[in-house]
């Protein structure tokens, strides 16, 4: 039965959802969903069109004009997303469009549109999906639903680790905790689908644990759901 469960991972910035989320996909053969990339793609076509990420009516406009493809990569296992036929996935993760992203998240009709994409890519396969409302709108009927967190000190110095990896230059970790804590704090309070933990999800602090140990707790979790 493990080839149909749901899980479902939320949680603030850098806490390791999409790390941790994509190697319990892999190990049970889920379809693994990154969320949060598709709130990107809308931050950088926001970008690309001059939209501002207040403009819910022009964001809306946008996403019906141009389609975006949302396709997995069967080697990485994770989502690619594609506008006109160009792979903008390693686009995603500026900083102009992690400036934004939590700015045009707020709006309804953005969420509507993304939230109906995700459920239709569940369909009836097993899934793996992180973002900030999945265990709480998106699939509220999820097996297992992880709330994943951590302290906002190691949430800053992991994300400053991994973007010295990926790019060989030192950067502030003080200025990343600033802006993590500002996105999580705009995520946690809109109106619509905010940040928070399900009622039925379990907790778990990953601060201090390594990414196996978080792994590890996970799948504990799926085998004690479908047993
Ligand atoms: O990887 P990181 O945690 O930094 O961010 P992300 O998961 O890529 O999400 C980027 C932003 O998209 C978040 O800060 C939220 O504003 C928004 N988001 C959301 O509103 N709902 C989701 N299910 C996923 C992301
Ligand atoms: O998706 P989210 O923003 O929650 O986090 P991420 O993009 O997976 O980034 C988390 C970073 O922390 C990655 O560089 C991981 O290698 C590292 N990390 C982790 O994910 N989990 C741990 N328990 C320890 C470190």
Same mark, same amino acid.
Do not use: C
């Given at each position: 039965?493990?080839?149909?469960?749901?899980?479902?991972?939320?949680?603030?910035?850098?806490?390791?959802?999409?790390?941790?989320?994509?190697?319990?996909?892999?190990?049970?053969?889920?379809?693994?969903?990154?969320?949060?990339?598709?709130?990107?793609?809308?931050?950088?076509?926001?970008?690309?069109?001059?939209?501002?990420?207040?403009?819910? &009516?022009?964001?809306?406009? @946008?996403?019906? $004009?141009? =389609?975006?493809?949302?396709? *997995?990569?069967?080697?990485?296992? %994770?989502? !690619?997303?594609?506008?006109?036929?160009?792979?903008?996935?390693?686009?995603?993760?500026?900083?102009?469009?992690?400036?934004?992203?939590?700015? &045009?998240?707020?709006?309804? @009709?953005?969420? $509507?549109? =993304?939230?109906?994409?995700? *459920?239709?890519?569940?369909?009836? %396969?097993? !899934?793996?999906?992180?973002?900030?409302?999945?265990?709480?709108?998106?699939?509220?009927?999820?097996?297992?639903?992880?709330?994943?967190?951590?302290?906002?000190?190691?949430?800053?110095?992991?994300?400053?680790?991994?973007?010295?990896?990926?790019?060989?230059?030192?950067?502030?970790? !003080?200025?990343?905790?600033?802006?993590?804590?500002?996105?999580?704090?705009?995520?946690?309070?809109?109106?619509?689908?905010?940040?928070?933990?399900?009622?039925?999800?379990?907790?778990?602090?990953?601060?201090?644990?390594?990414?196996?140990?978080?792994?590890?707790?996970?799948?504990?979790?799926?085998?004690?759901?479908?047993?």
């Amino acid at each position: 039965m493990v080839e149909h469960v749901s899980i479902a991972i939320d949680g603030p910035a850098g806490a390791g959802k999409s790390t941790v989320a994509r190697i319990v996909a892999k190990r049970l053969g889920l379809l693994y969903v990154d969320t949060g990339a598709m709130y990107r793609s809308v931050a950088w076509l926001a970008v690309r069109f001059g939209v501002r990420p207040s403009d819910e &009516l022009g964001l809306t406009r @946008l996403l019906d $004009e141009y =389609l975006l493809g949302f396709e *997995r990569d069967p080697a990485l296992g %994770t989502l !690619v997303v594609r506008f006109q036929n160009q792979d903008i996935t390693p686009e995603l993760r500026s900083p102009e469009v992690s400036g934004i992203v939590s700015q &045009l998240s707020v709006h309804p @009709l953005v969420r $509507e549109r =993304l939230t109906s994409i995700q *459920r239709s890519l569940r369909r009836d %396969t097993g !899934v793996v999906m992180d973002g900030r409302d999945i265990g709480t709108v998106v699939m509220p009927d999820a097996d297992v639903k992880v709330f994943l967190t951590a302290s906002l000190d190691e949430r800053a110095r992991r994300r400053a680790e991994e973007i010295t990896a990926a790019q060989g230059r030192e950067v502030s970790e !003080v200025s990343i905790r600033k802006s993590m804590a500002e996105r999580d704090a705009r995520d946690s309070s809109r109106d619509v689908a905010p940040l928070r933990p399900a009622a039925d999800a379990y907790i778990l602090d990953s601060t201090g644990k390594s990414i196996d140990e978080v792994v590890d707790e996970i799948l504990r979790l799926v085998r004690e759901s479908v047993k």
